[in-house]
């Protein structure tokens, strides 16, 4: 089987593993699943009423988490590969949790992209153990690790003041 192909994944699998394909953009594949979902976000939250959107984000990450682990499970085996670089669906579950619960303003935006995006590549203990975890396990839960990470120091910047609100 060639490289960074999904091989015989359930088409299904194959879409939401590589959030529609974004995971097959170079360079850096990750960057652009971080990056969509950023954007994706930003448009939601001028559709979802400001008071439903902790809400929404919350719904959506359960989401993404569960449908993300099996279809990750699925494309990796068919890439007989551990951790397929095109698979970017764990991306956008930390991406979205590091925004949680942060207004949604360029500034707050830009720094939740940076600061998740240096913790899924630097991975501080325990999130590079999380990726020993099985399958799809540790491919989607490392990359919430590090969004958790980065929501904790977005809350500790917004509540002293250093993001404006």
């Given at each position: 089987?060639?490289?960074g192909?999904?091989?015989k994944?359930p088409l299904w699998?194959?879409l939401?593993?590589?959030?529609?394909?974004?995971?097959?953009l170079?360079?850096g594949?990750?960057t652009?699943?971080s990056?969509?979902t950023?954007?994706?976000w930003?448009?939601?939250?001028?559709?979802?009423?400001a008071?439903?959107q902790l809400w929404?984000?919350l719904?959506?990450v359960?989401?993404?988490?569960?449908?993300?682990?099996?279809?990750a499970t699925?494309?990796?085996?068919a890439?007989a590969?551990?951790?397929?670089?095109f698979?970017?669906?764990d991306e956008?579950a930390?991406?979205?949790?590091a925004?949680?619960?942060a207004?949604?303003?360029?500034?707050t935006?830009?720094?939740?992209?940076?600061?998740?995006r240096g913790?899924?590549?630097v991975?501080p203990?325990p999130?590079?153990q999380?990726?020993?975890l099985p399958?799809?396990?540790?491919?989607?839960?490392?990359?919430v690790?590090?969004?958790l990470?980065t929501?904790?120091?977005?809350?500790?910047l917004?509540h002293?003041?250093?993001?404006?609100?």
């Amino acid at each position: 089987m060639k490289a960074g192909s999904a091989g015989k994944a359930p088409l299904w699998a194959s879409l939401t593993a590589t959030l529609f394909g974004i995971g097959y953009l170079r360079p850096g594949p990750g960057t652009w699943g971080s990056a969509a979902t950023v954007l994706c976000w930003w448009a939601l939250t001028h559709v979802i009423p400001a008071h439903i959107q902790l809400w929404a984000a919350l719904a959506m990450v359960l989401f993404i988490v569960l449908i993300g682990i099996p279809a990750a499970t699925q494309v990796s085996r068919a890439s007989a590969s551990k951790d397929p670089q095109f698979v970017v669906i764990d991306e956008a579950a930390g991406q979205l949790i590091a925004l949680i619960a942060a207004p949604v303003t360029w500034k707050t935006v830009l720094a939740g992209f940076i600061l998740f995006r240096g913790f899924d590549i630097v991975k501080p203990p325990p999130v590079r153990q999380l990726e020993r975890l099985p399958e799809g396990s540790g491919i989607v839960c490392d990359d919430v690790a590090a969004g958790l990470y980065t929501l904790a120091i977005m809350q500790l910047l917004l509540h002293f003041g250093l993001l404006p609100r």
